[in-house]
């Protein structure tokens, strides 16, 4: 079996350096150096305090939790305005419209007024549809939020 370039120097040289270095120790003598305690340096750091999870931070009402929940309500808010501010607009441009054209106002489909379909076959479904995505909407804001507080727990 061939050994390596160096052969096994390197060994009997980290031996024998640390015979060296326990002097007679190595021989039985009675003169063993004292054992020295090893710290890490942080030892004398001072200690962060444990983290709360997010969920207690909410529960506790701390001002973080308060940060969290402000932000929610907040999303919330926004999402509502949007969704009130369309419908409002979309609302009130219906009556607009058929008071500035009096003629789309006067046409009859059958027995029935064109103003009254509009309002009772666009209208409804309208509403329909979007409170059905102002529900989806809000929901994927309060489920982002409760990924939030898992995710930080």
Known sequence: MTQPPGGDNGR????????????????????????????????????????????????????????YVTSLMRAQLRLSLVVAGGVGVAVGVLPAFLVLMPTLAELRVGPVPLSWLLVGAML???????????????????????DLVESES
Do not use: K, M
């Not at 980290?14 to 942080?42: C, Y």
């Not at 444990?50 to 009402?61: A, K, S």
């Open 12 to 67: 009997r040289r980290r031996v024998e350096g640390l015979r060296a270095s326990l002097g007679d120790a190595s021989r039985g003598s009675r003169d063993v150096p004292r054992r020295v305690r090893v710290t890490s340096p942080r030892s004398q750091a001072r200690r962060r305090p444990p983290q709360r999870p997010l969920r207690t931070e909410i529960g506790q009402q701390t001002e973080l939790g308060e940060v």
């Open 124 to 146: 409804y479904p309208f509403l329909l549809l979007v409170a059905r995505s102002y529900t989806w909407a809000s929901e994927r804001v309060e489920r982002d939020f409760g």
